[in-house]
């Protein structure tokens, strides 16, 4: 009989396993090419870099999403690279918060969407990697994520509810009276009640809003892998254009 695993036990699962994709890729790897990993944010990208770290020596450096993902990094022993001084990576590791049949997905619940989508944009292969909760049909139960200008705020609002949703200002946690601020010093809208049928289309059309600086919209750069974890062990999917 399968014994179920809780969710914590399935994060950790898919973590190991992309662990043992990003070392076969370390074997394949050019030898006078340094590796360079991109790692993502989040309570799964937190288990990738723990179960990577034993295996720091393999890579050159580190670029991530994030402080906190770089802090965790830092204290591994991983050593730090920022975006501006990449042109390339072999690949990007990241969880996602809903995933769908053909790669797009919807991320941001971290609040770390924007330079994971910077980060993203420089990787030959995006590796997704989730538990079985964050499979969809379509994007858009769980809240979508839209980073803005503090200043531009009431503005981008007032567009966003226009399509007929409900926004919510992200709020810290633990501390409601106070607004979110991202890693960028900008704060977070979220989007409820989407039903986001074409997301590369609905991605494009947010970006274009004055003020926006991204959405959490991830179908113009999607995942190319999908290391999905349930009960039974690991999927692997690959995604084609
Ligand atoms: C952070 C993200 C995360 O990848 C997403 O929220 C999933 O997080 P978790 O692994 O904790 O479920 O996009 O901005």
């Keep these: 009989m399968v014994k179920p695993m809780n969710q914590d036990e399935l994060k950790a699962l898919v973590a190991q396993e992309a ?10 790897h050019p030898k006078n090419i340094p590796f360079v990993i991109g790692i993502g944010t989040g309570s799964t990208a937190n288990l990738f870099i723990d179960a990577l770290a034993p295996h ?10 994030s402080e906190a993902s770089a802090a965790r990094l830092e204290k591994h022993g991983f050593v730090l690279m920022q975006a501006n001084d990449i042109e390339f990576l072999p690949v990007y590791v990241d969880g996602a918060d809903e995933i769908d049949p053909q790669g797009n997905m919807l991320k941001g619940g971290g ?5 994971e989508k910077i980060i993203a944009q420089l990787a030959k292969t995006f590796i997704c990697i989730c538990d079985d909760t964050k499979a969809v049909k379509t994007l858009g139960a769980f809240p979508l994520p839209v980073e803005v200008i503090p200043l531009a705020y009431q503005q981008v609002s007032r567009e966003l509810t226009a399509l007929g949703a409900r926004i919510t200002l992200r709020v810290q946690k633990g501390d409601t009276q106070k607004t979110f601020m991202t890693d960028n010093a900008a704060w977070i809208i979220d989007v409820h009640g989407l039903r986001i049928d074409k997301p590369a289309e609905l991605e494009s059309w947010i970006n274009q809003i004055p003020g926006v600086i991204c959405n959490g919209i991830f179908a113009r ?9 349930n009960s039974l062990g690991v999927t692997h999917q690959e995604f084609k254009d």
Excluded: Q
């Design 19 to 28: 662990v043992k994709e990003v070392l076969n890729m370390v074997k394949s």
């Design 56 to 65: 720091r020596e393999l890579f050159a450096g580190a670029v991530s999403s």
């Design 111 to 115: 609040g770390a969407l924007t330079r």
């Design 221 to 229: 750069r999607k995942a190319d892998i999908l290391l999905m974890s």
